[in-house]
């Protein structure tokens, strides 16, 4: 079959009348179907669902001296500690336990700098004129957002295959007004890129003018999987700490998408110097997270490997739903060389690129014919995707029939805003 652009111009019509005609014909079905948000299916909350009943005994609630019905020990249960610390390869000390996202502990550091600075600021963030963020692009929205609610003005870099662009990082992190960067390492959203080991000792080693740079690591995925055997990844402490940057790098992660998004236990890590100066501002704040929910946590997985059992059962969920997600773009669009996507083995989200400028007309066809997907844009900073190609396909929530009908008004809305393009 020839490519859109191999086909004679008669074949380009031909093919627009008939997309045209099968477009309108879903639209007649009238169907409502949501392809938006990374969620996990219900099928996948209820892997965890031994937690809503799971019965504590008074007699267990004082765990290593410390009772988790009452206030105190800020950082959360020690045995919870642990079992992140094992999770991501960290020292016990350096892990804080918090509330059910990491999305709030991340939004607190960048708060903090703002309101108190952070360990090495020579002045809070908020007196500063002039704040900036590197930003890899496609990346996460509510990152971004983050960065606008403090007004930083974000950086867009292109985010490669094997990470951010670094070239470009090392000559941006020489600007001091430059005081952060968002990463995520794993499968990250939307691309579903893992950071190379050479990218990530490059990050490990910059050199950035600000004292108080802050490399905002956010490892949503770590242990995400639904395709082939757990990868291990850099302990980015450990990376940052042998390059004499050991207070430049927060870690985060979650069991959001481990045991249920609504009522996880999140984490942040950090070198213990910065624990020590977090610990002090967090304080003021708050006395104790959910230490129940994180004793919960303890006893449904045991232990790391506990973890990791359970993500197969996730994995086993997952994979048929990007499977038909893929083999659908694969056979439908592949062979009409209008569009490309990554192909990830992890995380929540397959990355489509459509032929540049027709990324909002796709969107705006699938909403037509009731077809929900996050908004063309989404995954830019400011949501401005420069070149209008960029498109995220969440398919953990839908069930597979959903998923597979959605997939089809997609890929004909790909096709039909491909040949409005091509034929102007
Ligand atoms: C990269 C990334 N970080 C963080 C989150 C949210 O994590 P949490 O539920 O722990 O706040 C998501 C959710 O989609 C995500 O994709």
Redesign the pocket.
């Known amino acids: 079959m020839p490519t859109v652009f191999e086909m004679t111009r008669p074949e380009q019509e031909a093919l627009f009348e008939e997309t045209k005609k099968q477009y309108e014909e879903l639209k007649r079905l009238g169907l409502k179907l949501d392809m938006s948000r990374?969620k996990p299916g219900l099928d996948q909350l209820a892997l965890s669902d031994e937690m809503l009943n799971m019965y504590i005994d008074p007699s267990e609630t004082k765990v290593d001296g410390v009772e988790a019905r009452n206030y105190g020990e800020l950082m959360g249960l020690p045995a919870c500690r642990r079992l992140f610390a094992d999770l991501l390869g960290v020292r016990y000390e350096q892990v804080f336990i918090g509330g059910s996202?990491?999305?709030?502990l991340m939004y607190n550091v960048i708060a903090k700098a703002h309101t108190h600075g952070l360990l090495h600021s020579p002045e809070k963030w908020a007196k500063l004129d002039h704040v900036k963020f590197i930003c890899p692009a496609p990346g996460?929205d509510r990152h971004f957002t983050i960065c606008e609610t403090f007004g930083m003005e974000m950086i867009t870099v292109p985010l490669l295959d094997d990470g951010p662009d670094m070239d470009m990082v090392e000559e941006l992190v020489k600007d001091p007004c430059v005081k952060g960067m968002w990463c995520?390492p794993k499968y990250s959203?939307p691309d579903g890129v893992i950071y190379s080991g050479e990218v990530i000792s490059r990050i490990a080693n910059l050199k950035p003018a600000a004292p108080d740079f802050l490399l905002m690591w956010?490892n949503?995925y770590c242990v995400h999987e639904f395709d082939g055997p757990f990868l291990p990844f850099v302990n980015i402490l450990d990376a940052c700490e042998k390059a004499g940057n050991p207070d430049m790098v927060f870690e985060f992660a979650?069991t959001?998408k481990i045991t249920f998004?609504g009522a996880g236990v999140?984490c942040f890590c950090c070198s213990e110097a910065n624990m020590a100066y977090m610990k002090k501002l967090w304080n003021a704040q708050i006395i104790s997270y959910d230490k129940l929910n994180q004793l919960r946590h303890v006893k449904f997985f045991g232990s790391a490997a506990g973890v990791h059992e359970h993500m197969k059962k996730h994995a086993a969920v997952l994979k048929p739903k990007f499977d038909i997600v893929l083999d659908t773009l694969e056979s439908e669009i592949a062979p009409l060389g209008i569009a490309d996507w990554h192909k990830p083995k992890g995380g929540?989200f397959v990355s489509l690129n459509t032929m540049e400028g027709c990324a909002k007309r796709v969107h705006a066809l699938c909403k037509e014919a009731g077809v929900v997907m996050t908004g063309a844009g989404a995954t830019f900073p400011y949501k401005c995707d420069p070149k209008d190609r960029n498109l995220r396909i969440a398919p953990s929530f839908p069930p597979c029939e959903e998923l597979a009908q959605a997939m089809q008004v997609l890929c004909i809305a790909i096709k039909l805003a491909a040949l409005e393009k091509v034929l102007g």
């Not at 996202?101 to 709030?104: C, V």
């Open positions: 990374g996202a990491s999305l709030e996460y995520v959203n956010d949503a979650s959001s998004p999140s929540y």
